[in-house]
T-cell receptor, first 115, second 115 residues
């Protein structure tokens, strides 16, 4: 089955700096890669996603890149702000219904943005 | 919309006791997912329902765990008897359409502690 590795497990940056979180996946059939943000005491919330037919996607200060050949994808946050502090999860799936379409999550990255 | 509602938010019980976690999905959503989150194993899918019918319960750890969805607006996850290793945060999520492309909306979770 699919296995998703996420690094680093913790990341501390100064406000205004960039943060990068990387994930690798094992199932070459995976074609959908969402990123979730989990704030303290809350459930994960989708912040951005990418499908395998594109290499990069941006949404304001957040961008995701995908390298299908190397089977890795990354989350980039620019101009970090204290409110970006949270745990971020990457996930991968084959993108269709049934058990093969389930989201497989990485272990998470705790991002701390220092003012 | 109030989002996905879970109760209780915190549950402390003693080993051997029965525990019931409750979830109300977002109105109109036809898929419901139960996840468990621990430091060691991260976010794991336990079971999911489509139109109140269990579709995949391969993630349910053992027979002590059971889940029901008697109607479109209510689901329960029951652990009987509970064990200390069941201590975790349990999330319920719902979506409209079961494809992984469709955003899953997570509830705030139930933090379970089994003494």
């Amino acid at each position: 089955g699919e296995n998703v590795e996420q690094h680093p497990s913790t990341l501390s940056v100064q406000e205004g700096d960039s943060a990068v979180i990387k994930c690798t996946y094992s199932d070459s059939a995976s074609n959908y890669f969402p990123w979730y943000k989990q704030e303290l005491g809350k459930g994960p919330q989708l912040i951005i996603d990418i499908r395998s037919n594109v290499g990069e996607k941006k949404d304001q200060r957040i961008a995701v890149t995908l390298n299908k050949t190397a089977k890795h994808f990354s989350l980039h946050i620019t101009e970090t702000q204290p409110e970006d502090s949270a745990v971020y999860f990457c996930a991968a799936s084959r993108g269709y219904g049934g058990s093969q379409g389930n989201l497989i999550f990485g272990k998470g990255t705790k991002l701390s943005v220092k003012p | 919309d109030a989002g996905v509602i879970q109760s209780p938010r915190h549950e402390v019980t003693e080993m051997g006791q029965e525990v019931t976690l409750r979830c109300k999905p977002i109105s109109g959503h036809d898929y419901l997912f139960w996840y468990r989150q621990t430091m060691m194993r991260g976010l794991e899918l336990l079971i999911y329902f489509n139109n109140n019918v269990p579709i995949d319960d391969s993630g349910m750890p053992e027979d002590r765990f059971s889940a029901k969805m008697p109607n479109a607006s209510f689901s329960t996850l029951k652990i009987q008897p509970s064990e200390p290793r069941d201590s975790a945060v349990y999330f319920c999520a719902s979506s409209f359409g079961g494809l992984a492309y469709n955003e899953q909306f997570f509830g705030p979770g139930t933090r379970l502690t089994v003494l």
